[in-house]
């Protein structure tokens, strides 16, 4: 089944714990992103990728920091994880950066304390 | 970034009767796109319209684009409980760099 993955999808952790939330997609997509969620904010992007060793800052970068070194995986670190940072975030591909649809992965609710 | 901005924010209606809601944007466009979030879930692509495209339709769904007044409509037709969701459009320009963003969406609730 094509589709886009994160774990974990729930996390509760204390400032300043690094930390990785992972995201792997199926589809041979060459674009993927990084996207939280807040209420009264929607969706902001984080950080994407046009394709594997090729990142670029979007919206809000600030204490994020992504790799791409497969295809397949993009991974979102917080090297030290504040409570502003807490959101619902996505991740999402697509088969290439323009028009295309994205396919959103199930989200991972994370609670800094 | 180019961002489109939703109208009305929230909207509620009976099943059956049709729920349309508005996007507006600043900037030119390749396409725009619309999503659909359930509750705490990840948004799932509805419909894409091409800049020179005026209308499309997929389903119950009827999207316009107006490029002249930077806006868009999505109609949803003979609308049904499990139409409750929130509604984002995604205008993109190919020369933006970092593809699509979202606005606040519209939160739908139809009632049965």
């Known amino acids: 089944e094509a589709q886009v993955t994160q774990n974990p999808r729930y996390l509760i952790t204390v400032t300043g714990k690094k930390l990785t939330v992972t995201c792997s997609q199926n589809?041979?997509?060459?674009?993927m992103s990084w996207y939280r969620q807040d209420p009264g904010l929607g969706l902001r992007q984080i950080y994407y990728?046009?394709?594997?060793?090729?990142?670029d800052k979007g919206d809000v970068p600030e204490g994020y920091k992504v790799s791409r070194k497969e295809k397949r995986n993009f991974p979102l670190i917080l090297e030290s994880p504040s409570p502003n940072q807490t959101s619902l975030y996505f991740c999402?591909?697509?088969?290439?950066?323009?028009?295309?649809?994205?396919?959103f992965g199930p989200g991972t609710r994370l609670t800094v304390l | 970034s180019q961002q489109g901005e939703e109208d009305p924010q929230a909207l509620s209606i009976q099943e059956g009767e049709n729920a349309t809601m508005n996007c507006s944007y600043k900037t030119s466009i390749n396409n725009l796109q619309w999503y659909r979030q359930n509750s705490g879930r990840g948004l799932v692509h509805l419909i894409l319209i091409r800049s020179n495209e005026r209308e499309k339709h997929s389903g119950r769904l009827r999207v316009t684009l107006d490029t002249s007044k930077k806006s868009s409509s999505l109609l949803i037709t003979a609308s049904r409980a499990a139409d409750t969701a929130s509604y984002f459009c995604?205008?993109?320009?190919?020369?933006?760099?970092?593809?699509?963003?979202f606005g606040g969406g519209t939160r739908l609730m139809v009632k049965p």
């Open positions: 999402a591909s697509a088969l290439k950066a323009v028009n295309n649809e994205q396919f």
């Open positions: 589809m041979n997509h060459e674009y």
């Open positions: 990728s046009m394709n594997v060793e090729v990142t």
């Open positions: 995604a205008p993109l320009n190919n020369n933006a760099g970092n593809m699509l963003t």
